[in-house]
């Protein structure tokens, strides 16, 4: 695949509570080797300005990972909430179900949709509320976290909301702000990738990090030494920060160095396990073969 972009984002996000988040962090760069760059360094992200950044301010031919799970588990029981009749057919209409039962919560939070009566029986959340229909153990997960967890990850499942590992509620918010990118930024491989222009796909942040050396253990960096390393190893120049750097912010940072490194690759928008199935429903994590 010849190089379709010209820059490359990546967004590692959050779904805590709260208008503004120190766990939001924006990093691009242009085609070329020159050190990404954090996007309003010193800022602190509310979810609605990523929203507002990725509708009116991102460059074009943008590739832009955000570190999310762009869908919930479906193919293991062809149903996101089996037993319920009005459980979503499709990846876009569980967006929309998400949006439209939290229009009432701000900042593109998520209570009224986990609070439902009938979808809480498939999370567990705070308090040891595990619904009847969780499923035990460690939770469901789509095809593409299998992939993950057989490179070495240990990726979580979108239906569990507990941990500080969890990135339940991120997924969940983040498919408040995907459905309302509806018509402007496509999200692969949800939609077909376009011969030109942006495009949205899913990161894990230690895929990339895993390619720059890290071992999926110690992939989180919090010191700019660190960090220069990492993206020397991705064929990118060094940061001229200094000191200390919180694990947001670095991988940031290292995932859009990533995205340019290998986003021409054609087998990571073919890998083995993605079916037309798959990416209706599922999606499919970018850099998981």
Same mark, same amino acid.
């Given at each position: 695949?010849?190089?379709?972009?010209?820059?490359?984002?990546?967004?590692?996000?959050?779904?805590?509570?709260?208008?503004?988040?120190?766990?939001?962090?924006?990093?691009?760069?242009?085609?070329?080797?020159?050190?990404?760059?954090?996007?309003?360094?010193?800022?602190?992200?509310?979810?609605?300005?990523?929203?507002?950044?990725?509708?009116?301010?991102?460059?074009?031919?943008?590739?832009?990972?955000?570190?999310?799970?762009?869908?919930?588990?479906?193919?293991?029981?062809?149903?996101?909430?089996?037993?319920?009749?009005?459980?979503?057919?499709?990846?876009?209409?569980?967006?929309?179900?998400?949006?439209?039962?939290?229009?009432?919560?701000?900042?593109?939070?998520?209570?009224?949709?986990?609070?439902?009566?009938?979808?809480?029986?498939?999370?567990?959340?705070?308090?040891?509320?595990?619904?009847?229909?969780?499923?035990?153990?460690?939770?469901?997960?789509?095809?593409?976290?299998?992939?993950?967890?057989?490179?070495?990850?240990?990726?979580?499942?979108?239906?569990?909301?507990?941990?500080?590992?969890?990135?339940?509620?991120?997924? !969940?918010?983040?498919?408040?702000? @995907?459905? &309302?990118? =509806?018509? #402007?930024?496509?999200? +692969?491989?949800?939609?077909? /990738?376009?011969?030109?222009?942006?495009?949205?796909?899913?990161?894990?942040?230690?895929?990339?990090?895993?390619?720059?050396?890290?071992?999926?253990?110690?992939?989180?960096?919090?010191?700019?030494?660190?960090?220069?390393?990492?993206?020397?190893?991705?064929?990118?120049?060094?940061?001229?920060?200094?000191?200390?750097?919180?694990?947001?912010?670095?991988?940031? !940072?290292?995932?859009?160095?990533? @995205?340019? &490194?290998? =986003?021409? #690759?054609?087998?990571? +928008?073919?890998?083995?396990? /993605?079916?037309?199935?798959?990416?209706?429903?599922?999606?499919?994590?970018?850099?998981?073969?």
């Amino acid at each position: 695949m010849t190089e379709r972009f010209q820059h490359y984002a990546a967004i590692d996000w959050s779904g805590a509570v709260g208008e503004r988040h120190k766990g939001i962090a924006v990093a691009i760069c242009a085609t070329g080797d020159a050190a990404p760059e954090l996007v309003r360094p010193g800022h602190r992200w509310s979810r609605p300005e990523v929203l507002q950044w990725l509708t009116e301010d991102l460059p074009a031919d943008t590739l832009v990972g955000m570190d999310l799970g762009i869908s919930l588990a479906f193919a293991d029981r062809s149903s996101f909430f089996p037993g319920w009749t009005d459980s979503p057919a499709d990846a876009r209409t569980l967006w929309a179900l998400i949006d439209r039962t939290c229009a009432d919560d701000p900042h593109l939070s998520v209570s009224s949709f986990v609070d439902h009566a009938e979808i809480a029986r498939h999370f567990r959340r705070h308090g040891g509320r595990e619904g009847d229909l969780f499923g035990g153990g460690r939770g469901r997960f789509r095809v593409a976290e299998t992939a993950q967890q057989a490179m070495g990850c240990k990726p979580y499942s979108n239906f569990n909301l507990v941990g500080a590992a969890q990135v339940g509620k991120s997924s !969940l918010s983040g498919m408040r702000l @995907l459905h &309302r990118l =509806a018509g #402007r930024l496509p999200v +692969w491989p949800i939609h077909p /990738l376009p011969e030109r222009g942006s495009v949205l796909v899913e990161i894990y942040t230690t895929i990339a990090a895993m390619a720059a050396g890290r071992r999926p253990e110690r992939s989180k960096i919090r010191t700019v030494e660190e960090l220069n390393r990492a993206l020397a190893a991705l064929g990118s120049r060094r940061v001229a920060y200094e000191g200390a750097i919180d694990d947001h912010k670095s991988d940031a !940072l290292i995932t859009a160095a990533w @995205l340019r &490194r290998d =986003a021409h #690759r054609a087998e990571l +928008w073919n890998p083995r396990g /993605l079916t037309s199935e798959i990416a209706r429903t599922e999606g499919w994590t970018f850099g998981a073969e």
